[in-house]
């Protein structure tokens, strides 16, 4: 018979440790004051809706979705935001703003981990792209993961069997990786990540009509790691997530190895095509596959703890 129980809250908890909305009780308005939030800072700091997109990648992606990525450095260890593999990221800052607002309605109960999940979903929404209804209860790590970081996280120039194999470590498959890859329809590379595909010769692989643009804004062979040189992920559309991308490097003109590699090998070029064809079918696979990732082994229950401030572990008395 088809008599299964439907599931309510409570055992969703006893399942995983997280459920939809999982403040409802303990503080029902975190989701509508971090929604609020993400929509006054994306009106003023349009890019900071890439950080929180990429954000999610750098944080489950690297052994839980524990907020390990905001810590800063401290005497005895690095911080993951420090590493190279982390170049890049920013707007840690807005962060900051959405978790001091939470805090002053609801001190001490909402993890800096699940800020970091729901303002890349409500930023994700910001973006133009679909709304994933995502569930909470993360709770945060009180270390760095900048050790480990490299075993977890692809480099730009890696071959796609090692990412298909990093991300179906997590449960996430091909057309899911497919999906995820497509977060580079934002946003932007430094020129510290591109010029070995200019220089000293151009890569062969990249399409011409593309080539006077990067050489444009990434003049030097050596960039100065400090100066703010970049080309954008897609010029087409650089502030919207869209299936642009997938129609970009099929065109040759993705900026990274991996995508280039993504429109070329033939386990992915299949739903590169299908995604370029289809954004539908690139917002399901790809709210499907940012579900999964979201939920890499949180600390929940006892685990971990609630955070006061997202860049330190509190201090424990
Ligand atoms: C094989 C996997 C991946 C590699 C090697 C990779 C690598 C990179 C690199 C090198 C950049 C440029 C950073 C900079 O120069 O500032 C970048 C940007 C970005 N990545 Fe990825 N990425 C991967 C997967 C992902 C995933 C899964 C997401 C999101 C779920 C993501 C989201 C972003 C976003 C939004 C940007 C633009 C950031 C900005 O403009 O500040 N990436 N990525
Ligand atoms: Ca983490
Ligand atoms: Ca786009």
Redesign the pocket.
């Known amino acids: 018979s088809d008599s299964a129980e439907p599931t309510n809250g409570e055992e969703e908890k006893a399942l995983t440790g997280l459920a939809m909305d999982f403040y409802k009780d303990t503080c029902p308005q975190a989701e509508d004051i971090i929604k609020a939030q993400v929509k006054l800072l994306y009106k003023r700091h349009k ?1 900071t809706a ?2 929180w ?2 954000n ?2 750098h944080d489950c992606a690297v052994e839980s979705c524990d907020a390990s990525l905001l810590l800063d450095s401290t005497r005895r260890s690095l911080s993951e935001k420090e590493t190279d593999r982390s ?2 990221l ?1 707007n840690f800052r807005y962060l900051d703003t959405i978790k001091e607002a939470v805090e002053r309605e609801c001190p001490g109960v909402v993890s800096c981990s699940d800020i970091l999940v729901l303002s890349a979903r409500d930023g994700i929404v910001a973006l133009g792209g679909p709304h994933i209804p995502l569930k909470t209860g993360r709770r945060d790590g009180r270390k760095s993961r900048a050790d480990l970081l490299e075993q977890y996280l ?3 120039n ?1 071959s796609i069997s090692v ?1 298909l194999d990093r991300f179906a470590a997590m449960g996430i498959d091909t057309p899911g990786v497919v999906s ?2 497509g ?2 329809s ?5 020129c ?2 591109l010029v070995h595909r200019l220089y000293p010769e151009v890569d062969p692989a990249l399409n011409p009509d593309h080539v006077p643009h990067m050489l444009k804004k990434c003049p030097d062979p050596i960039p100065d790691p400090k100066a703010v040189q ?1 080309v954008r ?1 897609d010029r087409g559309t650089p502030m919207i997530l869209d299936n642009n991308y997938y129609r970009n490097i099929l065109d040759n003109k993705g900026l ?1 190895i ?1 995508d280039h590699q993504l429109a070329t090998d033939k386990r992915t070029k299949p739903y590169v095509k299908k995604m370029a064809k289809s954004q539908d079918y690139f917002f399901k696979h790809f709210s499907r596959a ?1 579900t999964i ?1 979201s939920e890499n082994n949180p600390l929940t229950g006892e685990k971990g703890e609630i955070r006061k401030q997202c860049n330190v572990v509190n201090k424990l008395h």
């Open positions: 890019n890439f950080s997109l990429r999610i990648f170049f890049g920013r692809p480099d730009h890696e990412v995820l890859l977060s580079h934002v946003g932007r590379t430094h510290m990540k970049y992920n990274l991996v940012i990732l």
